[in-house]
């Protein structure tokens, strides 16, 4: 069954460093995979992704702070969070695309929470 799972989600001081990591399993043909984000009474937002030949895109509000990396042999992608601040607090959704399917696929969330 095609699906992605995350982790590394969790409480953290302004300032302070966090890494998410998502993995796909049963979805060939990726070609794309990243982060979204979604806080309470917002709407989903890109947060960075990362495409299959390495090239990365991010939001202008995390540029300098975050950085998006994938393994390709384990159809990883890695969220390298740092100077985190309480407006980065939001549900993170991991993101992938296939080419083989035409479908995205999106992970259940995980909580990130910046506060003192």
């Known amino acids: 069954q095609a699906q992605l799972v995350e982790s590394g989600g969790g409480l953290v001081q302004p300032g302070g460093s966090l890494r998410l990591s998502c993995a796909a399993s049963?979805?060939?043909?990726?070609?794309?995979m990243g982060w979204h984000r979604q806080a309470p009474g917002n709407e989903r937002e890109l947060v960075a992704i990362?495409?299959?030949?390495?090239?990365?895109t991010y939001a202008d509000s995390v540029k300098g702070r975050f950085t998006i990396s994938g393994d390709n042999a384990k159809n990883t992608v890695y969220l390298q969070m740092n100077s985190l601040k309480a407006e980065d607090t939001a549900v993170y959704l991991c993101?992938?695309?296939?080419w083989g399917t035409g479908r995205a696929y999106w992970g259940p969330g995980t909580q990130v929470t910046v506060s003192s």
């Open positions: 990362i495409t299959r030949d390495g090239t990365p």
């Open positions: 993101y992938a695309y296939s």
């Open positions: 049963d979805i060939s043909s990726i070609h794309v």
